[in-house]
């Protein structure tokens, strides 16, 4: 609050409660001098610096940072805008995760253009509500357009195409979503109610649910086949779509982790036999763990043998498309009848910019829905065929990234950060401590730290060694990733695979995304550098690697 009286008992200014404080904070700025005003400058001028002073290095314990936040009442009376800034910058800020930082290579989130900081203050100014073109007006016709345009980069059709679906009420090539998980949710629940669709004396399963849905069409289960590296937000939409946890069959990938495809058509024949039937194949497009694509020409083959839905989980991978060079990585794509993009990821678009898109313009008339009061029939509301209820402008942020960076330009931030990873991968090979688990395909990719004479026997190991040697080696790798993330120099991610050249033994893994474009590969050499030096002080852990080895006469000692 602007407005301020004295504080008798320690001199202090405080906020006061009235109508002309209240109506300063809607319409008057912080002045320039202010805290704010200085952050919003510091921003603008330089954000990664702004955010290398503020995020502080060394981890501060969660339990410490939830005594700053357990206040449940909310607050009486008014704060200062700059006192509350203030608190933000040291409570909040502080212990945020530096994800623009080129070291922080361990996640799908990466640093953002600078340019995006001013829109996303006009955006928030304009406060657009896309479901509904009351809410909304030139931001619809923008949204729609940015789904033709990613439609187009997927789907490739001509001209008279676009003219003709873009814009019409009754039809949409797509829909923005808060993320992957709900474009995901929203393919299968269009899938879903296409394949239970009104008929006779049935009206639908949007209408009569998914019981009285299989009891007409006479199956026992629906079922969602997918690769056991498929997203854990494939399981949340058949929770939430009535289908079952249970009817989300993962199928077994092959030693690039990509999908077998004589498993699929296992699958599917299984489903058959047991009255069931396939409502969607998913294909995976990136994976989250490895970064890898599935064969997609060939799945979209035998969706069409089982006449079910082909959706692609592109949340990753999709922005390959970009780049001509790579494109090819995503051959069969444009036979899926839905797919997922998140622009947010390889984009570089701030958090909350999912789509889903459809081939066919008519699919979303199997979600349609009206109400009289917002979402009219015949209207161009987005809200007709989208989940959610509310939904920001942030079409705005992928319209204007696109027009800022290009597709050009986007083709050399895609074709350097795989070029990266695949420096990356060299230089891990040519440590004689660290090994690749799984080579990158995209820019991400797995490795682990293995001490060098561990490294050299397991070259010929057997299974009963490899079983008994992974254990130690899982505790190392989750040692140092845990001291290197709390350091807080750099950061890398870990997740457990079942490596084909370890006997599918389960094992811990550094997974790295190089998506940065700031990341260099000097800083590559740094992490790679820290994490030995972090391992070195890991004594007990690897004094028990060699033990174990002793006694499987792997080694004769130490020395």
Same mark, same amino acid.
């Given at each position: 609050?602007?407005?301020?009286?004295?504080?008798?008992?320690?001199?202090?200014?405080?906020?006061?409660?009235?109508?002309?404080?209240?109506?300063?904070?809607?319409?008057?700025?912080?002045?320039?001098?202010?805290?704010?005003?200085?952050?919003?400058? &510091?921003?603008?001028?330089?954000?990664?610096?702004?955010?290398?002073?503020?995020?502080?290095?060394? *981890?501060?314990?969660?339990?410490?940072?939830?005594?700053?936040?357990?206040?449940?009442?909310?607050?009486?009376?008014?704060?200062?805008?700059? *006192?509350?800034?203030?608190?933000?910058?040291?409570?909040?800020?502080?212990?945020?995760?530096?994800?623009?930082?080129?070291?922080?290579?361990?996640?799908?989130?990466?640093?953002?253009?600078?340019?995006?900081?001013?829109?996303?203050?006009?955006?928030?100014?304009?406060?657009?509500?896309?479901?509904?073109?009351?809410?909304?007006?030139?931001f619809t016709p923008l949204e729609r357009n940015v789904i033709g345009m990613l439609h187009h980069l997927v789907y490739q059709q001509d001209a008279g195409f676009y003219n003709r679906w873009m814009h019409s009420a009754q039809h949409s090539l797509g829909a923005f979503c808060s993320g992957g998980t709900v474009a995901n949710m929203t393919a299968l629940w269009v899938a879903r109610n296409r394949l239970l669709k009104p008929d006779g004396d049935f009206a639908g399963i949007a209408a009569e649910g998914l019981a009285a849905g299989l009891a007409h069409y006479g199956y026992k289960k629906l079922v969602v086949l997918v690769s056991e590296r498929g997203h854990y937000s494939l399981a949340k939409a058949a929770d939430v779509l009535g289908i079952g946890r249970r009817n989300l069959v993962s199928v077994a990938t092959d030693e690039n982790n990509r999908i077998k495809v004589d498993a699929l058509r296992q699958a599917c024949e299984k489903v058959q036999q047991e009255g069931g039937r396939v409502l969607a194949i998913i294909?995976?497009?990136?994976?989250?763990?490895?970064?890898?694509?599935?064969?997609?020409?060939?799945?979209?083959?035998?969706?069409?043998?089982?006449?079910?839905?082909?959706?692609?989980?592109?949340?990753?991978?999709?922005?390959?498309?970009?780049?001509?060079?790579?494109?090819?990585?995503?051959?069969?794509?444009?036979?899926?009848?839905?797919?997922?993009?998140?622009? &947010?990821?390889?984009?570089?678009?701030?958090?909350?910019?999912?789509?889903?898109? !459809?081939?066919?313009?008519?699919?979303?008339?199997?979600? *349609?829905?009206?109400?009289?009061?917002?979402?009219?029939?015949?209207?161009?509301?987005?809200?007709?065929?989208?989940?959610?209820?509310?939904?920001?402008?942030?079409?705005?942020?992928?319209?204007?990234?696109?027009?800022?960076?290009?597709?050009?330009?986007?083709?050399?931030?895609?074709?350097?950060?795989?070029?990266?990873?695949?420096?990356?991968?060299?230089?891990?090979?040519?440590?004689?401590? !660290?090994?690749?688990?799984?080579?990158?395909?995209?820019?991400?990719?797995?490795?682990?730290?293995?001490?060098?004479?561990?490294?050299?026997?397991?070259?010929?190991?057997?299974?009963?060694?490899?079983?008994?040697?992974?254990?130690?080696?899982?505790?190392?790798?989750?040692?140092?990733?845990?001291?290197?993330?709390?350091?807080?120099?750099?950061?890398?991610?870990?997740?457990?695979?079942?490596?084909?050249?370890?006997?599918?033994?389960?094992?811990?893994?550094?997974?790295?995304?190089?998506?940065?474009?700031?990341?260099?590969?000097?800083?590559?050499?740094?992490?790679?550098?820290?994490?030995?030096?972090?391992? *070195?002080?890991?004594?007990?852990?690897?004094?028990?690697?060699?033990?174990?080895?002793?006694?499987?006469?792997?080694?004769?000692?130490?020395?």
């Open positions: 609050m602007s407005q301020t009286a004295p504080n008798h008992h320690d001199n202090k200014q405080i906020a006061e409660v009235n109508q002309e404080a209240l109506y300063r904070i809607f319409t008057i700025p912080e002045a320039p001098d202010s805290t704010l005003g200085k952050i919003e400058k &510091h921003l603008s001028e330089n954000l990664m610096g702004f955010l290398g002073e503020h995020i502080v290095a060394r *981890e501060k314990p969660l339990q410490e940072i939830e005594r700053d936040f357990e206040q449940a009442n909310i607050p009486e009376d008014p704060q200062f805008v700059s *006192e509350h800034t203030e608190f933000l910058l040291n409570k909040l800020v502080a212990h945020s995760v530096h994800t623009a930082s080129p070291k922080f290579i361990g996640h799908m989130t990466s640093a953002l253009p600078y340019f995006l900081l001013p829109l996303a203050k006009l955006m928030v100014g304009l406060n657009q509500n896309l479901v509904k073109i009351e809410t909304s007006k030139a294909g995976v497009a990136g994976t989250t763990e490895t970064g890898h694509i599935d064969p997609l020409a060939e799945m979209a083959d035998i969706a069409r043998d089982y006449d079910t839905h082909f959706h692609v989980d592109a949340a990753w991978g999709g922005a390959t498309l970009l780049s001509n060079q790579h494109r090819g990585l995503l051959n069969g794509i444009e036979q899926a009848d839905s797919v997922t993009i998140d622009a &947010h990821k390889q984009m570089y678009v701030p958090m909350g910019a999912g789509m889903v898109l !459809f081939k066919n313009p008519s699919l979303v008339k199997a979600i *349609e829905h009206h109400a009289e009061y917002i979402i009219r029939q015949g209207s161009k509301d987005l809200g007709s065929h989208s989940m959610e209820g509310s939904r920001a402008g942030m079409a705005m942020m992928v319209f204007s990234a696109m027009h800022v960076i290009g597709r050009r330009g986007y083709e050399l931030l895609i074709n350097n950060s795989i070029e990266k990873a695949r420096y990356f991968a060299d230089l891990i090979r040519a440590q004689d401590d !660290f090994e690749v688990i799984t080579e990158p395909e995209l820019c991400l990719l797995t490795y682990r730290f293995v001490p060098k004479k561990v490294k050299q026997a397991l070259a010929g190991a057997n299974q009963e060694q490899v079983e008994r040697l992974t254990p130690h080696l899982n505790a190392l790798t989750r040692y140092v990733q845990k001291r290197q993330r709390e350091s807080g120099r750099s950061f890398v991610s870990r997740t457990k695979l079942t490596p084909a050249q370890y006997y599918h033994e389960p094992s811990v893994v550094f997974r790295v995304v190089l998506a940065n474009p700031l990341t260099t590969e000097a800083m590559l050499q740094e992490i790679i550098q820290e994490q030995r030096e972090i391992a *070195e002080k890991a004594t007990s852990l690897r004094g028990a690697l060699h033990t174990e080895m002793r006694e499987l006469g792997m080694i004769v000692s130490d020395h």
